[in-house]
């Protein structure tokens, strides 16, 4: 069974507040090019996690529609993992234009360190190791309720 549209938006929520939340942690004290100190760099990155997940309901929307498209309805599993150009792209330049008014500028090399790294790996996770302990997430779905 294909995952549903609520069935991926719950997965890409889930993945980010496990995942991503994990990986910033990790990830923010080596970023390159930032010298603010560790509590800002915590605060930025979770922040930075916060608006892929709002655009990712957006994005998720955008990618159902296309979705309908194809005959199995669904995409292979290397798109998955090329979204992060639009996305990355979309937050990088919303970010650089102010538009995101809660999070302040990061360097760009900073940005696409911890996005890169926090996507790949939720990718990496959503294609491995999260089929283990959800081994009926794919039979209802994706959807949790």
Known sequence: MVPTLMGRIQTRLFLLATVGVV???????????VTAPLGELYV????????????????????????????EKDWPTMFGLLTLVPEGLLLYFLLRSG??????????????????????????????????????????GGRVL
């Open 44 to 71: 930025t990155g979770l922040l930075v996690l916060v608006a892929v997940g709002v655009l990712g309901i957006g994005w998720e929307l955008i990618y159902h529609f296309l979705m309908q498209f194809r005959w």
């Open 99 to 140: 538009a995101v008014g809660f999070i302040d500028p990061i360097p760009a090399a900073a940005f696409w360190t911890h996005f890169t790294v926090v996507w790949v790996s939720m990718w990496l996770v959503a294609n491995g190791p999260m089929r283990v302990p959800f081994i009926r997430w794919r039979f209802r």
């Open 23 to 33: 990986v910033t942690l990790l990830i923010m004290p080596i970023v390159p090019g």
